[in-house]
C-alpha cells in the first residue's frame, strides 16, 4: 500500500521510524518554513506520519546526490523540517566499503532523535577494507567475457575509492590490445563498460539488470566475468541463505533499493546504546518501528 492512502491516525504507536525517499526539488526551499516547505514529496507524507506519533528516532536513508541536490537545497530542507518537528539531527556520507563489504557505496544517513543528538563518531570501522576476491565464489556457472571482447591496460593503481580500474570492454573503434594509460578511458567508456580487479572493491551496485553487474578481473585465471547474483547480494551484506526472487530483475531490483546490511546492523546498535540505552540484543526486540 502506498504510504499516501494510509490513514496515518490507525498506525500502531512507535519508538523507531526508518525510511527512504526520491530526491525531489521542494516548492520553496530555503524558506525556512520546516516541512510545509516539503509538500506535494513524498518527505511531506513521513513528515505528517512523524507529526501524528512523535517516535524517539528517526533514520532517513538516501543516495550521496542528496547532499548536492538542488545546490544543497533539498537537505536543508530536509534537516530544517526535522528540528520543526522538535528533533536533534545530524547526518553523515558513510560507505559501505567501512562497514565490512567489498564495495563502494555511499549513502546520506540522516538521524533525528527527540531526546538527544545522535553521535556519527562511535560507529566502529572495519580495517583494512576487505577484497572483494574474499567475497567469490570458487566454482559455480560463470559468465566470462572472451578475450577479444575486453582490453587490459598497464599500470593501474588503486582509486581513494578502494576501485582499481584494469580494462575496460572493448567497443567497435577499439582494438584489441593492452593499452599504457587510463587517462581518457574514463571519459569514453562509462562504468557497466569497465573491468574492476577482485584485488580492489566492487562499483555501486544499481537496481537495473543491465547495468547492475560490472565485469571483474580473476588474476589466477587471467580472465573476466561478471559476479553471480549470489555474489552481488554477498556484498551487500545478505547471507547465503537469503532466498531469492525467481526473477533475475526483481532480484536486481531488491539489490539496488536495499541497504548494506552490516552498516545498518552498526546503526542499530548505536541507536540502542545511545538512545534507548539498552546493553543487550535481546532488549532491541521490544522497540517497536514502522
Not at 101 to 127: G, H, M, T, W
Request: hydrophobic residues 35%; charged residues 25%.
Amino acid at each position: 500500500m502506498s504510504i499516501t492512502k494510509i490513514d496515518y491516525n490507525n498506525l500502531p504507536e512507535f519508538d523507531l521510524l526508518t525510511a527512504g525517499f526520491p530526491c525531489q526539488p521542494f516548492s520553496i526551499c530555503g524558506k525556512r518554513q520546516g516541512f510545509q516547505d516539503t509538500r506535494g514529496t513524498l518527505f511531506f507524507h513521513i513528515c505528517e506520519i512523524i507529526e501524528v506519533h512523535h517516535p524517539r528516532v528517526i533514520v532517513l536513508e538516501n543516495v550521496k546526490h542528496l547532499l548536492h541536490h538542488d545546490q544543497g537545497k533539498t537537505l536543508k530542507t530536509i534537516l530544517y523540517s526535522l528540528e520543526d518537528l522538535g528533533y536533534s539531527v545530524d547526518y553523515k556520507l558513510l560507505n559501505a566499503k567501512d562497514f565490512g563489504l567489498p564495495q563502494n557505496r555511499e549513502r546520506v544517513i540522516i538521524i533525528a532523535c527527540k531526546d538527544q543528538k545522535f553521535s556519527f563518531s562511535k560507529l566502529p570501522r572495519v580495517y583494512p577494507v576487505p577484497k572483494l576476491r574474499d567475497f567469490l565464489d570458487n566454482t559455480g556457472k560463470f559468465e566470462y567475457l572472451n578475450p577479444e571482447e575486453y582490453t587490459l591496460i598497464e599500470g593501474y593503481k588503486q582509486q581513494s575509492s578502494g576501485l582499481i580500474f584494469v580494462g575496460y570492454r572493448n567497443k567497435n573503434i577499439w582494438k584489441k590490445g593492452i593499452r599504457p594509460n587510463t587517462e581518457h578511458l574514463s571519459r569514453v567508456h562509462h562504468q557497466p563498460n569497465r573491468i574492476y580487479s577482485i584485488d580492489g572493491v566492487h562499483p555501486t551496485i544499481p537496481s537495473q539488470e543491465t547495468s547492475g553487474r560490472f565485469f571483474i578481473y580473476i588474476p589466477e585465471e587471467n580472465r573476466v566475468r561478471r559476479l553471480t547474483i549470489q555474489e552481488c547480494y554477498r556484498i551487500m551484506g545478505f547471507p547465503d541463505t537469503f532466498k531469492l526472487h525467481p526473477n533475475l530483475g526483481e532480484c536486481y531490483k531488491q539489490i539496488g533499493n536495499s541497504v548494506c546490511i552490516p552498516l545498518f546492523q552498526e546503526l542499530a546498535i548505536q541507536i540502542r546504546e545511545q538512545i534507548f540505552r539498552f546493553s543487550d540484543y535481546q532488549y532491541l526486540s521490544g522497540i517497536r518501528s514502522i
